[in-house]
């Protein structure tokens, strides 16, 4: 039988947690961060605390009532944005360092959604990875990176993403450049909504396995075993119907990935299995093993699945691939810290 039946390739944490008990927040910094987190609500996600962190005042506007709002560096901004600004991103979460304290108290897990390139994403975010592992959370990041004609952002965004490596557990990161060339001819207010939708299926297929009873789950020590020193990473989705659901659904998450990378040698991944009341544990197996066939031997790797109604004969896959190599993203970025940092410690 597969490895990946056996529960968790890794070591179990020896802190353990009822689902009851594990606090889940997911924040959005930025007006890209908070937009994802709007759409994570507006889809249903349950089971983790939705909060939006910005600087631009005008932008909480259009962000769902159900999500905590708040404002930083109201002294510096005057509520205005940080006008593209990263210094002036990072000065408002150090000057409002006790809200972002009080933002992520108590959590187990964090979820950090925003654009790299940016003002308040870039400079922000960091700042609040920081601190939430200084309270002894879990950090995922899930940030975008900028099209390759946004020059100045691509520098900004490079930089921004070193810095969220020094503090995250998890850097996801998802190319707006593999998201033209997967759908090129998406109206550009859906292409971005179809990230965002990425995203929240991510997000809230693992909350919801965390937290609520799977046909097989993945709990908080998993995701730990995993993400804990997952470095930079990826998402990819994939759909199939049909009597060939399986390999169609799993070939889909080999090609539709949203970073150009290779999956040979990856060292983790966190792989989501939605199906219909047909679904069975031989499907969600070979899925599985498919997906991971090239990754590192000693990959650590953790599978869940669940019943969806409605399904019928569709079968969903949201895979996190972490440890990944040759991104040209990852390399721009070595590349850059031995000439200008050094040696980077990841955490």
Known sequence: MSDLVSDVLGQKSEESFSSSEIKIVTVGFGGAGCNIVNRLVKSGVKGTEFIAVNTDAQHFKIIDDRIKKVLIGRTITKGLGAGGDP??????????????????????????????????????????????????????????????????????????????????NSVIILDNNRLVKLVPNLPMNDAFALADEVVAKAIGGLVWTITQPSLINIDFADVRSIMANGDVGFISVGIGKGNDKVNVASEAVLKNKLLDVDYEGASGALIHISGGASLTIGDAIKAGEIITERM????????????????????????????????SIVGRMEEKQKQTYGDLETI
Do not use: H
């Not at 490079?158 to 995250?168: A, H, N, P, S």
């Open 87 to 168: 210094k002036i991103g990072t000065k408002a979460a150090e000057v409002d360092r006790q809200l972002l304290e009080d933002v992520f108290s108590g959590a187990q897990l964090v979820f950090l959604c925003a654009g790299m390139g940016g003002g308040t994403g870039t400079g922000a975010a960091p700042v609040a990875a920081q601190i939430a592992r200084e309270q002894g959370a879990i950090v995922i990041s899930m940030v975008t990176y900028p099209f390759d004609l946004e020059r100045v952002r691509k520098v900004k965004a490079e930089e921004g993403i070193q810095e969220m490596r020094k503090f995250c």
């Open 296 to 327: 590192d031997p000693k990959a650590n790797i953790k599978w869940g699945a669940r019943i969806i109604p409605g399904y019928d004969e569709q079968l969903e896959i949201v895979a996190i691939v972490t440890g990944i190599k040759g991104s």
